[in-house]
């Protein structure tokens, strides 16, 4: 018994030291840092849902309404046709649209949810027109891409050996010649810009377009030339816009008529052609005649490429500006215009130096005075303008 007292003693000695010693900092240390928490045997109950990152929410206690319910009140609220309800006011307005809506670029066709302010009609309108424009750029990619296709497969083909199947129709033979000769003439299209040769940023772009325009229409083909128009037009334009403009001025009736060789429209737009230049340049148009200079010799060449590698980019550019606003008149009107830069030289001239000289025009021709005498130039023969003249 002694011996325990002593023992119990010495052990309250040494606490109450360790408490004189570490003082208030004593109750600190008495327990353990990581104390066990014993859980509540009767949790408290959650009646409202909290938020939670991950797991179920605990469902709120009341009565459950039926999905169907739900759904139906879903529908009435937010306008869409439901079982109950086949002509809603959304199914309606979209009976009234005359075109499909596509994907998620409907979307922007869409009524604003219930519980805010409805679209005012010129917002709306000016959706309609961004969706519409929106489709018409989706169709035009799709064309290209349709037609590029096409070529590639024709481009393998020509590269592949000969088999012994049965030969091709003569259209698809005379589409594979002009098919090789896009690849020839590439490389002669603005030869002093370097952008579209092989292994130009362009040259690729150029390739396509000039094979999807060729399987696009296969009874024109590619005719030399076309590569200076599509070269143009890369030049200021999108793959997909290239391709549309490109296809749409080549099918201009004064283009397709020389690209498609048709004798008889161009003997009629020489015919006229001359009309006005006997009109307005007698003394030279006489000096023609004179020398047999007949204007297929260097009209041809102007008009195919419309002057795109007749003249300086620049102004072959402007030339195209006005082109498209007045239609193909001033194409023949330039052509006067520049007889009329250079007839004092013309004149001088024998035949085999003015055809020499019309085919291969000066590098350097001055703008200004070329657009005026351009502007001088008058499209009225005996009171009958251009498109009266070339239909009689």
């Known amino acids: 018994m002694s011996s325990g007292n002593s023992v119990s003693g010495g052990l309250e000695s040494s606490e109450e030291r360790r408490h004189k010693k570490l003082g208030p900092l004593a109750s600190l240390f008495s327990g353990s840092l990581f104390a066990r928490r014993v859980k509540d045997s009767h949790p408290k109950e959650q009646k409202d849902p909290g938020w939670k990152l991950f797991g179920k929410v605990p469902p709120r206690e009341g009565h459950i309404k039926d999905p169907k319910k739900i759904q139906k009140e879903y529908e009435t609220k937010s306008g869409r046709a439901g079982p ?23 979307l922007i066709l869409e009524d604003r949810p219930a519980n805010l302010p409805a679209k005012p009609a010129e917002e709306a309108q000016k959706h309609r027109q961004q969706y519409e424009e929106m489709v018409a750029q ?9 037609c590029l296709a096409r070529a590639k497969e024709k481009w393998k083909s020509i590269a592949a050996p000969a088999s012994d199947s049965e030969p091709d129709d003569a259209g698809s033979s005379d589409r594979e010649s002009s098919l090789e000769l896009i690849k020839l003439d590439i490389s002669r299209t603005f030869p002093q810009l370097c952008i579209f040769q092989q292994g130009g940023p362009y040259h690729d772009v150029l390739h396509s377009i ?5 399987c696009y229409r296969p009874d024109v083909g590619y005719v030399q030339g076309m590569s200076f128009i599509a070269a143009v037009l890369i030049l200021n334009l999108d793959t997909a816009d290239t391709f549309i403009a490109f296809t749409n001025l080549l099918n201009k009736p004064c283009q397709m008529a020389f690209f498609r060789v048709d004798h008889s429209l161009m003997l009629t737009y020489f015919a ?8 307005n340049l007698p003394k030279l148009f006489a000096h023609f005649q004179k020398n047999n200079l007949s204007p297929d010799i260097y009209l041809i060449d102007w008009i195919f490429t419309l002057y795109s590698k007749s003249l300086p980019l620049d102004l072959a550019c402007r030339v195209w500006d006005v082109f498209c606003r007045d239609g193909e008149e001033f194409l023949f009107r330039t052509a006067l215009g520049l007889l009329r830069l250079y007839q004092d030289v013309l004149t001088c001239m024998d035949f ?16 200004d005075q070329l657009f005026q005498h351009i502007a001088a130039i008058h499209m009225s023969s005996r009171n009958r303008k251009w498109s009266q003249v070339c239909t009689t």
């Open 84 to 106: 109950d309800n086949p002509t809603s006011p959304r199914q309606s307005a979209r009976k009234n649209l005359d075109f499909e809506p596509l994907s998620t670029t409907a």
């Open 138 to 146: 989706a169709k035009k990619r799709e064309l290209y891409n349709i």
């Open 210 to 214: 000039l094979g999807a325009y060729t």
């Open 272 to 279: 006229a052609f001359e009309v006005f230049f006997e009109e």
């Open 352 to 367: 085999i130096h003015m055809a020499q000289f019309l085919t291969r025009l000066p590098d350097l021709i001055p703008a």
